[in-house]
């Protein structure tokens, strides 16, 4: 089970930072990653992380902004926004796969439920 929080409201500019708390499995034999949905759009990919956190991947749109992290002794992956954008609004969805670390939707087996981000101009 995933359980994504620490979505909101932040003005342009602005940062947050999301959680999402991983129970009933074994956290490190999954990698990690963060999807983002937005009213009409399909979900995207917005950043991965390894078992190990040695190996990330990052969407275009988000590098050099986002940081991905997992904590493997707490059983969490944190998603660190920064410098955020009103493009970046949308649905925040975390999620978790037992093959290697992927980019694409179809690759991840366990979803959160989401958390909004809203970025204000």
């Known amino acids: 089970q995933l359980q994504a929080s620490g979505g909101g409201l932040v003005q342009a500019g602005g940062s947050l930072r999301l959680s999402c708390a991983a129970s009933?499995?074994?956290?490190?034999?999954?990698?990690m990653g963060w999807f983002r949905q937005a009213p009409g759009r399909e979900r995207q990919f917005v950043a991965a992380?390894?078992?190990?956190?040695?190996?990330?991947y990052y969407a275009a749109s988000v590098k050099g902004r986002f940081t991905i992290s997992r904590d493997n002794a707490k059983n969490t992956v944190a998603l660190q926004m920064n410098s955020l954008k009103p493009e970046d609004t949308a649905v925040y969805y975390c999620?978790?796969?037992?093959?290697?670390?992927?980019?694409?939707?179809?690759?991840?087996?366990?979803w959160g439920q989401g958390t909004q981000v809203t970025v204000s101009s």
């Open positions: 999620a978790a796969t037992a093959g290697g670390v992927a980019t694409m939707v179809k690759n991840y087996d366990y």
């Open positions: 009933g499995g074994t956290f490190t034999r999954y990698s």
């Open positions: 992380i390894s078992w190990s956190g040695g190996t990330t």
